[in-house]
T-cell receptor
Framework: QQPVQSPQAVILREGEDAVINCSSS?????VHWYRQKHGEAPIFLMI?????EQKGHDKISASFNEKKQQSSLYLTASQLSYSGTYFC???????????????FGKGTRLHILP | NAGVTQTPKFQVLKTGQSMTLQCAQD?????MSWYRQDPGMGLRLIHY???????DQGEVPNGYNVSRSTTEDFPLRLLSAAPSQTSVYFC???????????FGPGTRLTVT
């Protein structure tokens, strides 16, 4: 089941902050965040695991509320290079079973104005 | 390391034609997957593989076949192309689902 991302789109001025949310109706093991620039492939940002472990970008922060099945990506003091579409992907179990798979949301478009 | 490579970059097909989208990775990753990306729909999983000889269906598998005879290669076959399969296709690989996925550059497919 596809996670729900909000907002769908946001426009900021350089230096402003943004929060992108990702929620699921099912219990989650991990949340994966990617950024995609127009015409390019998605690029990994970070993984948040049940239990608090995080893997990924030092300069990007995110949270994972396991009880609420929600994750938020925090973009502070935004730069022009932050523009793009952000996708969250959710994994419902540890990934050790054959039918475990990451399902992505529809994305949040972020546009930074100078 | 070339990472994840996809060929072709662009393809135009007529309805009913078949073709194979190629995907290869040189990182010895076990997990590989195919996504399609349509405007406003995000990345939707077509098929995936947890290792050579093992494939499974994702969210939107109809009209596509895959095979995984080697760790490196994971081709996607369109059996009889339809206009609804017009999309951008991404292949990705990773060690397993607890690690980042590396995406290929994509194939833009148009079916007329």
């Amino acid at each position: 089941q596809q996670p729900v991302q909000s907002p769908q789109a946001v426009i900021l001025r350089e230096g402003e902050d943004a929060v992108i949310n990702c929620s699921s109706s099912k219990a989650l093991y991990s949340v994966h965040w990617y950024r995609q620039k127009h015409g390019e492939a998605p690029i990994f940002l970070m993984i948040l695991l049940k239990g608090g472990e995080q893997k990924g970008h030092d300069k990007i922060s995110a949270s994972f509320n396991e009880k609420k099945q929600q994750s938020s990506l925090y973009l502070t003091a935004s730069q022009l290079s932050y523009s793009g579409t952000y996708f969250c992907g959710t994994l419902r179990s540890q990934g050790m079973n054959r039918d475990d798979k990451i399902i992505f949301g529809k994305g949040t478009r972020l546009h930074i104005l100078p | 390391n070339a990472g994840v490579t996809q060929t072709p970059k662009f393809q135009v097909l007529k309805t009913g034609q078949s073709m194979t989208l190629q995907c290869a990775q040189d990182m010895n990753h076990e997990y590989m997957s195919w996504y399609r990306q349509d405007p406003g729909m995000g990345l939707r999983l077509i098929h995936y593989s947890v290792g050579a000889g093992i494939t499974d269906q994702g969210e939107v598998p109809n009209g596509y076949n895959v095979s995984r005879s080697t760790t490196e290669d994971f081709p996607l076959r369109l059996l009889s192309a339809a206009p609804s399969q017009t999309s951008v296709y991404f292949c990705a690989s990773s060690w397993d689902l607890s690690y980042e996925q590396y995406f290929g550059p994509g194939t833009r497919l148009t079916v007329t």
